[in-house]
């Protein structure tokens, strides 16, 4: 069976989303299915990897100028700035009228769009960019069969002077869509406990995320230097902070052979803070802020020690999978899926927060690695594999696809 699939994406910047649907796309098992992707113009992530998806003979790619809450909160931000900020907290209260014309907007699309059977909307978080749960309604209203939403973060609870507002759209989305494809159980149980969600009602199906191996690649230390690396959109949450104050309470020994490399753009405002906070601690020299990367960029293969300091919630590690596959010891905080999805002896645990933890397990990985030895074999798990990620993905389309035709048939 080939089947014919709209991804609706709506998001502002780039980050783990972006990533996790282009290895879903690469890994794609059925070259002879029609795919268009269908997205905001102003998607920070899709800009990021419209050049790889476009040598994907299956995949057309349809940008619209959106009319979700979202989109107009973003847009009144870079235009006006400050004042945007003010205007967006009147914009809030009229969220329902512009979920209501969003929806109108994207069912004069999908009207001309029957042709597909399946429509995957591609959300962050949950309620996330409205966008996504208005194409959800808009695409079954329209003829189009199997419509799912693919959870990538947490659930929040429903906002407080929206509460009526957001209990109606939880329950349009069980009646109107027909799975959630949660990234891991964590998100699965936000799903549950901040949204009330039943799974009687909605299906919730956990397909983690995946990733390209990288096995028949032998990781060696080759520098004198080990080498620290923090991947990933800097922002505040991320707990970057922690791990600098960890690096200058280090025991001179340990230090002097560090350097610590964060690769990836962001918030200005938290680039700017951690500059500041660097010279404070006087270890300027032994942080570099690289900006954005390739993934193929040489230096993500010179990573010993990978650190992911999430605060709060990790709705999957991507970055975690990538790293051990390139062979990379990981130093994680055990927050959302973490604990989860990684057995301690593959991941160095280490709670939110805590400096004094991470320089210990710093410390004794740098004591297992001393001298320049070989590092751990690079490794990943079948089932953290983009191939079968993406075989899931198809499979889990092609089931729910089969119901709706036996229900239309009754």
């Not at 994406?9 to 690469?26: A, P, V, Y």
């Not at 991941?347 to 320049?372: A, R, Y």
Request: charged letters at 20%; a positive charge.
């Amino acid at each position: 069976m080939n089947l014919k699939i709209i991804i609706y994406w709506e998001q502002d910047s780039w980050g783990g989303t972006d990533t996790q649907l282009l290895n879903l796309l690469q890994a794609w098992p059925n070259k002879n299915d029609e795919i268009l992707l269908l997205s905001n113009k102003s998607n920070g992530g899709l800009i990021r990897i419209k050049k790889e998806l476009s040598t994907l003979p299956f995949l057309k790619i349809m940008t619209i100028n959106s009319f979700s809450f979202n989109e107009l909160r973003m847009c009144l931000q870079k235009k006006i700035g400050r004042c945007g900020n003010i205007l967006n907290k009147f914009l809030y209260f009229f969220q329902p009228v512009i979920f209501l014309a969003n929806f109108i907007q994207l069912s004069i699309i999908f009207k001309k769009l029957k042709k597909y059977d399946v429509l995957i909307s591609n959300n962050g978080a949950y309620p996330g960019a409205w966008g996504c749960i208005a194409a959800l309604f808009s695409s079954k209203l329209n003829g189009i069969k199997v419509a799912v939403m693919i959870v990538h973060h947490k659930a929040t609870t429903p906002a407080i002077f929206m509460n009526l507002f957001e209990q109606y759209v939880d329950r349009m989305v069980s009646n109107y869509c027909n799975a959630v494809i949660a990234v891991s159980d964590a998100t699965k149980r936000t799903l549950i406990s901040n949204r009330k969600f039943i799974e009687e009602n909605l299906k919730i199906k956990v397909i983690h995320n995946g990733t390209k191996s990288y096995n028949s690649h032998t990781s060696f230390h080759k520098s004198s230097k080990i080498n620290i690396g923090v991947i990933g959109r800097i922002e505040e949450y991320k707990g970057i902070e922690d791990l600098l104050y960890a690096l200058s309470i280090l025991q001179i020994k340990y230090i002097d052979k560090l350097i610590i490399n964060v690769i990836g753009s962001g918030e200005k405002k938290e680039i700017e803070h951690l500059q500041n906070f660097v010279k404070q601690l006087r270890i300027e020299n032994k942080i570099n802020f690289c900006g954005y990367l390739e993934n193929d960029d040489p230096i993500f293969f010179e990573i010993d020690i990978t650190y992911i300091g999430t605060r709060t919630f990790e709705g999957f590690g991507l970055t975690a999978i990538e790293a051990m596959s390139r062979g990379s010891y990981v130093i994680a905080t055990r927050v959302g899926s973490m604990p989860e999805l990684f057995k301690a002896h593959k991941v160095h645990f280490v709670e939110p927060n805590d400096s004094l933890q991470i320089s210990e397990e710093i410390m004794k990985i740098m004591d297992e690695i001393e001298g320049g030895c070989v590092l751990r074999d690079p490794y990943l798990p079948k089932t953290y594999t983009r191939e079968y990620m993406s075989g899931q993905y198809r499979d889990f389309l092609i089931q729910n696809l089969i119901w709706s035709n036996s229900a239309c048939e009754l």
